[in-house]
Nanobody, 124 residues
Framework: QVQLVVSGGGWVQPGGSLRLSCAAS????????IGWIRQAPGKEREGVSC????????YYSDSVKGRFTISRDNAKNTVYLEMNSLKPEDTAVYFC?????????????????WGQGTQVTVSS
């Protein structure tokens, strides 16, 4: 079954770190750009980061720039989101999603595949 499998969420105190993983199952991430999208209760869905395939270019939203790092290991068919200096406002369900990479953006125009969400809770 073609799917993206997300892991690595959990609870952490403010200032802490977590690493999320997004692994492809039954297909390859070659030529797919991958995005991390989060949704907090009562808030709109927010795209926080993307990474292209060919050049590995990256995008970060202003809310996470300087704190989060996206990376990919194409040999392992996996994309990671390293989250540092976490804040309570980072609390959300985090999803990864994949779509065909584009020439002019780190993010795909549309997502073909979605992983299940993982809860990230930042609180003291």
């Amino acid at each position: 079954q073609v799917q993206l499998v997300v892991s690595g969420g959990g609870w952490v105190q403010p200032g802490g770190s977590l690493r999320l993983s997004c692994a492809a199952s039954a297909f390859t991430l070659d030529y797919y750009a991958i995005g991390w999208i989060r949704q907090a209760p009562g808030k709109e869905r927010e795209g926080v980061s993307c990474i292209s395939y060919s050049a590995g270019t990256t995008y970060y939203s202003d809310s996470v720039k300087g704190r989060f790092t996206i990376s990919r290991d194409n040999a392992k068919n996996t994309v990671y989101l390293e989250m540092n200096s976490l804040k309570p406002e980072d609390t959300a369900v985090y999803f990864c999603a994949g779509g065909p990479e584009t020439r002019d953006s780190s993010c795909p125009y549309e997502y073909d595949y979605w992983g299940q969400g993982t809860q990230v809770t930042v609180s003291s």
